[in-house]
């Protein structure tokens, strides 16, 4: 039966400000309607220029707000809601979010660079005050009042004595139209919601023991899966005796395919023993590595693609020189990645905590040679990591083993094992550094030069899954790329912020890589920032300058003159007293030069006897821009300092020739709560109603460069290697007591 929108309407529907699955708001969806000619749109409404496709009003009032974007364990969700509520003038309660599903909501690819609050923050912030604006319209036409002495507020557009709902107004007309390049914001001034620390959506599950990750997940008649890896990367499948395998309890199915193998059984330990035993009946041929102590070496040794990112007068040779490294790093994940499918009725569907449904999606269609209008992946969260690591793979391992079992939905979990050793790898790098002073104290010339591997292996192809290459008519990996500036990969920061008259910047990308490597929190920024700022320090002594007031006569920019400032004050620089064995670094940076500015302060304690090293206080400033949260900004820059003292201090990957041996936290360590500063103070500097910056990778470089320099301030040496072990730390002190 067919109903006219009028009668729909009147039987309670709602679908003025709505989506549905309906094939023209699909299209909104997937970004299939292109956007107006004319001026850019603001953020993602570029690609998703559908009203409908962000902000649905139900008759009853409900109000639903959709984002392509996830939500990881950074609080976007709630800052997002906080933004719709703001230009709707509702209630934040009143609001639902929907996150990343590709049957619902806006196709805004892979949620990354710091990138969620500028694109889809503007996005819904542009779209609530469109749809208000025209929400008021249709009000002032039905009570025959000019639209400005009208006021829209709790749901519901008021004049004199008169009131008309928001789900009253959803009958006048559908939004299924384009979004225009301008909005009428509220004034930034007189903020409701926006700019309060409002407590998180995603907390109360997490600490209740609700479902809050897809690994809790349990649906009717679930079995489990586990997989059987090679031996290393590389290795070939030379035999499989599965016989026994199969009569073990509670198995249901072995799937092979190539150099592929899984096993799915009715329970998870089932699954588990018949892994454990199908591994001891497999074969493989092993592939070599080469050496782990020469890793470095290796990759300069390797055809690069040399690009010129920064080219300014004339810099000559220089008189200062340093080379900085870092190793490949693991993503670290607490939780290993878990991902549910089930095939039904000609249907994948996929529950994931991929950061990118919509190009997983894609991948997983190519790789199961299905329609894409056929995969439907939805997304919950995971264990947080900020970059790719395996939640692509997993729900590639899941599909396939859905697809094998069609009808029941199939979980597929890692091991602890599996994660450290088959997830894409932060890559290893390598700069150096060439400077000279004036005679004023100024940085007069400076050459940089940075080699890297790529930072993005994401799928969108199923080439990029690791199941898919291990099929026995395997996908092949897209030839690896770099990522251009301004945001860049390897050469992310590469680029000072500092002024100086005579500078080149030099990007080399390696693009053959011995391990899988791909998207690790802040990309090439974390060593191109701490190099960047170890030097900064080290030139500073050179011009018996103070390390902040060194900073401060390079810099014009008065917003990054500003955090400079704030952290240095907060930290109480000018009065630290000195101890033996403390020590204080400072550093700062723009992240990518166009996102958040963040300067951070730190103590570090060390014991030369052991090279053990403790942070004391941290002091940060950061200004992402105007700040819809204040809190979530404040977390996500402590857990990032966190973080990066861990990698800073602890995390490398190892591997012998034929396998990865850094499986297990014993032999991959990273911080404990031992070796977690005593406290961090983070000051947020908000510019209402200025552009959303970016904040959830804006720490980890400074943080990384403070460490370092409050290690060499302690022990009088400097350590320009990536961790700071205690074994380096301890070399270093020794080294300068010996000086």
């Known amino acids: 039966m067919r109903q006219s929108r009028r009668e729909f309407l009147a039987t309670g529907g709602a679908l003025v400000v709505s989506f549905t699955l309906a094939p023209l708001p699909a299209l909104a969806q997937e970004g299939g309607h292109a956007a107006p000619t004319g001026p850019k749109l603001p953020g993602s409404l570029t690609r998703n220029p559908m009203l409908d496709a962000w902000i649905r009003i139900d008759a009853n009032g409900a109000i639903t707000v959709f984002t392509g974007k996830v939500e990881l364990g950074q609080g976007v969700k709630t800052a997002l809601q906080q933004v719709a509520a703001e230009e709707l003038v509702v209630p934040f309660e009143r609001i639902t979010m929907v996150t990343a599903d590709t049957e619902r909501t806006p196709n805004e690819g892979i949620t990354s660079g710091s990138n969620s609050m500028k694109d889809s923050g503007t996005a819904i912030l542009n779209a609530a005050a469109q749809v208000r604006a025209i929400l008021v319209d249709e009000a002032a036409r039905r009570l025959g009042v000019p639209a400005a002495q009208l006021t829209a507020r709790d749901g519901a557009v008021h004049a004199s004595g008169r009131s008309i709902t928001y789900g009253d107004l959803v009958a006048g007309g559908n939004l299924h139209v384009n979004a225009a390049a301008e909005s ?96 001891d009946r497999t074969a493989w041929e092993p592939a070599a590595l080469p050496q782990d102590a020469s890793i470095h070496a290796h990759l300069l040794g390797l055809p690069a693609r040399d690009s010129v990112i920064l080219d300014r007068g004339s810099p000559d040779a220089g008189t200062f020189a340093a080379t900085y490294r870092r190793p490949y790093q693991l993503h670290g994940a607490i939780g290993p990645s878990c991902a549910v499918a089930q095939m039904r009725d000609g249907k994948l569907t996929v529950w994931t905590h991929s950061q990118g449904v919509y190009p997983l999606r894609d991948a997983l269609a190519e790789m199961v040679r299905m329609p894409r209008e056929k995969v439907h992946c939805v997304h919950m969260e995971g264990s947080g990591c900020y970059g790719h690591n395996g939640a692509d793979d997993v729900a590639a391992d899941a599909a396939l083993c859905a697809l094998a079992l069609p009808g029941r939905p199939v979980r597929v979990q890692w091991t602890r094992e599996e994660e450290h050793a088959w997830e894409p790898f932060g890559p290893a790098m390598e700069s150096r550094v060439r400077a000279s002073l004036e005679a004023s104290g100024r940085i007069g010339s400076w050459r940089y030069d940075v080699w890297s591997n790529t930072h993005s292996t994401r799928p969108g192809k199923a080439g990029n899954l690791l199941p898919a290459m291990l099929l026995a008519t395997p996908f092949i990996p897209e030839p690896p790329r770099a990522i251009p500036q301004p945001e860049g990969g390897g050469d992310r920061n590469a680029i000072p912020l500092y002024v100086i008259p005579n500078a080149r910047v030099v990007s080399h990308f390696i693009a053959s890589s011995p391990l899988r490597t791909s998207a690790l929190r802040s990309l090439g920024a974390y060593l191109n920032v701490f190099a960047i700022e170890s030097s900064m320090d080290e030139l500073a002594a050179a011009a018996r300058a103070d390390p902040v007031e060194f900073r401060l ?27 033996r064995g403390h020590g204080r670094g400072f550093a700062f940076a723009r992240y990518k030069n166009l996102a958040a500015y963040c300067a951070i302060a730190m103590e570090a304690r060390v014991d030369p006897e052991t090279g053990d090293v403790r942070i004391g206080r941290v002091a940060a400033a950061v200004d992402s821009g105007e700040a819809v949260n204040p809190d979530g900004i404040r977390n996500q820059i402590e857990g990032g300092i966190v973080q990066s003292i861990s990698w800073t201090l602890f995390e490398a990957v190892t591997w012998e020739p034929q396998r990865i041996t850094s499986r297990d936290w014993a032999r991959y360590p990273i911080a404990r709560f031992s070796h977690v500063p005593e406290s961090v103070d983070v000051h947020v500097i908000s510019h209402p109603g200025s552009p959303f910056l970016g904040t959830g990778e804006a720490s980890q470089g400074p943080a990384a460069a403070a460490v370092a320099n409050a290690v060499a301030d302690a022990i009088g040496g400097r350590i320009r290697d990536i961790p700071l072990t205690p074994g380096r730390v301890h070399a270093a002190a020794g080294a300068s007591a010996a000086a």
Do not use: C
Request: aromatic content about 4%; charged content about 30%; overall charge positive.
């Open 184 to 279: 009428k914001l509220l004034d930034p001034s007189r903020r409701v919601v926006m700019g309060r620390a409002l407590a998180r959506l995603d907390i109360p599950a997490k600490v209740t023991g609700g479902v809050a990750y897809v690994h809790d997940l349990r649906l009717d008649g679930m079995v489990h899966a586990r997989t059987v890896r090679p031996a290393g990367p590389g290795a070939r499948l030379r035999s499989l005796d599965a016989g026994a395998v199969e009569r073990m309890p509670g198995v249901i199915k072995i799937v092979r395919d190539g150099n592929y193998v899984a096993v799915v059984a009715a329970r998870e330990f089932q699954a588990i023993r018949a892994a454990r035993a199908l591994g």
């Open 553 to 579: 006569r390079h810099l014009e920019d008065q917003r990054a003159i500003a955090v400079v400032k704030a952290a240095a004050e907060r930290f109480g620089w000018t009065s630290f007293e000195r101890r």
